[in-house]
């Protein structure tokens, strides 16, 4: 079991790289910057600096659900806007985990998104000194009610 929690957080600390060097959106100017008006059309931001972390249980009870906790914090000087696609802030729209029984890797039994162009609401405000988080539960899309690692 503790080699599987070992093996979950791996793969949640890829999920965290691909948020971190693909989602960074510098602000396009919106009048308000909690909603902006249109999607940013900038190119990712190279001057930001974001920092993630993600928790989750080191050992979980048969049957239980499994957290993971995810926060990203702006620790640039730079206001962003963040798309939330790909990304827990979102909650589990994806395969955006790789989940390992053992040598086995688990099958993404949750929903499959088609997209479109992003719209203004799918992306969040992350002004400059700030944190976003939020937890999403393993158990809503992987089957892992086996016991075992």
Do not use: K
Not at 8 to 19: A, D, P
Not at 67 to 79: E, I, Q
Not at 80 to 105: D, Q
Request: hydrophobic share 40%; glycine share 8%.
């Amino acid at each position: 079991m503790r080699d599987m929690h070992r093996r979950i957080i791996i793969c949640l600390l890829l999920v965290l790289s691909l948020v971190v060097t693909g989602c960074a959106r510098q602000s396009a100017g919106a009048p308000s910057p909690d909603i902006p008006t249109a999607a940013p059309t900038q190119p990712p931001s190279t001057g930001g600096a974001l920092s993630c972390s993600l928790e989750a249980p080191r050992v979980v009870a048969s049957g239980a659900t499994v957290p993971v906790s995810f926060r990203l914090t702006n620790t640039g000087a730079a206001d962003v806007y963040l798309l939330t696609w790909f990304t827990p802030l979102e909650g589990i729209a994806n395969e955006i985990f790789r989940v390992r029984y053992g040598e086995e890797t688990l099958v993404y039994e949750g929903i499959l998104v088609m997209r479109g162009d992003p719209q203004a609401d799918e992306y969040v405000f992350l002004a400059s000194g700030t944190s976003i988080s939020t937890t999403v539960d393993l158990t809503t899309s992987y089957d892992v009610s086996r016991a075992g690692d």
